[in-house]
DNA sequence: AAAAGTTACGAAACCGTTTTCGTGTTAATA
DNA sequence: TATTAACACGAAAACGGTTTCGTAACTTTT
């Protein structure tokens, strides 16, 4: 048991004051040679490694950034938090995370702690509640204290901050394009209610995907399921109601639940159905057969959104001025479709 | 643009000290009820909240728990981590979450980075590099400055503290008994190396089994793989030279990779061949069969990580006494056994 | 009316750094 | 030799709180 060695203990054993043992761990110039080599090399000796606290105080940084995410057990998250780690560790940073678990009062409770000091700035992605309540003062609130912040993926516009997303309604329309392509008509769309800002814009790039390619939009063809829960009835009465032939899943469990209705009914995947489903996780690889996916390149908009992030909190905030990174998704072709 | 409001904002708004200020808003006895009201209605208009870095530095208590865990895109360690979280964030706690990357070098990095005043304890699970060179000093050093620090799921007894584990010996016993139990006899194991914990502690258990219930060791039944990565080819010779009706996988892609084998192999699962894999993540509940598995209980065991690091963090540690929570395995029958 | 006890508050130390500024000593310049 | 400059270091303030202790002004006791 050896406690944490101070500046104070060095210069006391080493009788100099403490200015002159800060400085010469700093190799400051102001320091004569013999003097630093004692004080360097007694610091090595004791291991002493500056609190991180003490130092957060004084410059008023932490070298943290706090995220704030809304289900940690969860693929496309747990990729974006391994590419700000990435970017944020090499920047000499440390992550804080924290779960809204979906729920709005985590999300306040979270970043109102967090934001007394913790961090340097936030990353975050909004909880579905959070989003149904429609009420950002909390985060307002961030922001008006000059913390920067950085929103990734469930965004929304009621907020004046960076932002990284990828091109939702664009990943819909690759989908789209390719069962199109591959001679498809009957297009089911399976997503959520529109209050989540991503399947809305699935839901639009659907929709602009099928007048672009004069496909008449059937609104029957939509299953709107209330959660992210799988409700299996409903998927049950939509395929036993509706004849399709190719199905876009908003997410991968959807896609995969619907992938076994189909195959239940005898139906060949991919010759007679085709399915394609959004966030390419391990469910898709691993599916049988393997899930055709939009990728939504986790990692990289975590890195994007570190970079963002700390680009802010290193530069004197001259000016307010934000922009928005929109990610290109990726079509990863599988066995789902043909 | 509303910078924070600190004691002193107030002390001098308000024509008072920040003893005054301070005691005040602790309600303390000492100050007269008039001068509280008034101080504590003036805070709560300026929405004050006290700087959590000053009071750590004062306190020495930064109610932040340090989590160092070898990869987060793993279902397994993120429900450790939503246990953890849920503890934790319950007794007042925040959760800071380094990723290893399975790295000896980065484990050691930020193990330093945080133990310099940014955490009052750590949990931790090693990663599969700093089990093959099985140096643990880093942590030595930590656990020597009086760092309370508790390990899960991947441990060492080269480290004097508290564990939680969950029974791996138990688990592959519990797999063989359900294949013994529903008639198989030529029962294979496909684990890793042994240099991780987990695969010995699993292959032991496997053995046993077999020895009670007077099934001969077969060597060649076992398939030890060099790492986590599937090898196909090894996958594939193993299951064209040996017959095998029941299959124990340490983990889910193992398992499933072995069942699409199977499947190609026009073997029928669960009669021909079954399969059970450890670690119930997604890809069990969603793999076709649906896959018995092994509950490795992650939520619970972050939950009991969290408990008894608080624990420690908590009481004034008079005297060091270590315990080892052994948290029991379960069975999950699903489609891929009889 | 003097002694003792309360009440309500402030001064100051402290947590562990960083950093500015002042100063005694020596060396270089006039 | 007197003046200035360079050097090497220390004192002290600051970051934003908490907490101990001291004390002025009253109130109560004898």
Redesign the interface.
């Given at each position: 048991?050896?406690?944490?060695i101070t500046l104070k203990d060095i210069a006391r054993e080493l009788e100099v004051s403490i200015s002159t043992v800060s400085k010469a761990l700093k190799n400051s110039e102001e320091i004569s040679r013999d003097t630093k080599d004692k004080i360097q090399a007694f610091a090595k000796l004791y291991?002493y490694?500056?609190?991180?606290?003490?130092v957060?105080?004084k410059n008023r940084r932490?070298k943290?950034i706090g995220v704030i995410i809304p289900d940690?057990?969860?693929?496309f998250f747990?990729?974006v938090?391994?590419g700000i780690?990435k970017y944020a560790?090499a920047k000499g940073y440390?992550?804080?995370?924290?779960?809204s678990n979906e729920g709005y009062e985590?999300e306040v409770?979270?970043m109102?702690?967090?934001?007394?000091?913790?961090i340097d700035g936030f990353i975050m992605s909004l909880s579905t509640e959070t989003q149904q309540k429609n009420d950002y003062n909390h985060i307002k609130?961030v922001t008006?204290?000059?913390i920067p912040m950085v929103m990734f993926d469930r965004v929304t516009d009621r907020i004046n901050c960076d932002k990284v997303v990828i091109d939702d309604a664009q990943g819909a329309f690759l989908a789209v394009k390719k069962f199109v392509e591959s001679g498809k008509k009957k297009i089911a769309l399976i997503t959520t209610d529109d209050y989540l800002s991503v399947g809305k814009a699935r839901t639009e790039g659907y929709k602009k995907a099928l007048s672009h390619y004069n496909i008449p939009l059937e609104e029957s063809l939509i299953l709107k399921l209330p959660s992210m829960e799988v409700e299996a009835s409903a998927f049950d009465t939509f395929f036993k109601t509706q004849e399709v032939d190719a199905v876009l899943c908003v997410n991968e469990?959807f896609a995969?639940h619907a992938m076994?209705l189909a195959?239940g009914m005898n139906k060949r995947i991919p010759e007679d159905i085709s399915f394609i489903g959004f966030t390419d996780g391990?469910?898709s690889k691993?599916?049988?057969p393997s899930l055709t996916a939009i990728a939504q390149h986790g990692e990289l908009m975590g890195e994007e959104a570190a970079r963002m992030l700390i680009e802010k909190v290193e530069t004197e905030n001259e000016e307010e001025t934000f922009s928005t990174t929109v990610l290109e998704p990726t079509l990863i072709e599988r066995d789902s479709t043909l």
């Open positions: 048991m050896k406690p944490k291991n490694k500056p609190n991180n606290i003490a957060s105080l932490t943290n940690i057990v969860h693929h747990t990729t938090i391994r780690e560790n440390n992550v804080l995370v924290c779960v985590r409770i979270n109102e702690l967090l934001a007394n000091g913790s609130e008006d204290q000059g469990i995969i076994r195959h391990l469910l691993f599916a049988m």
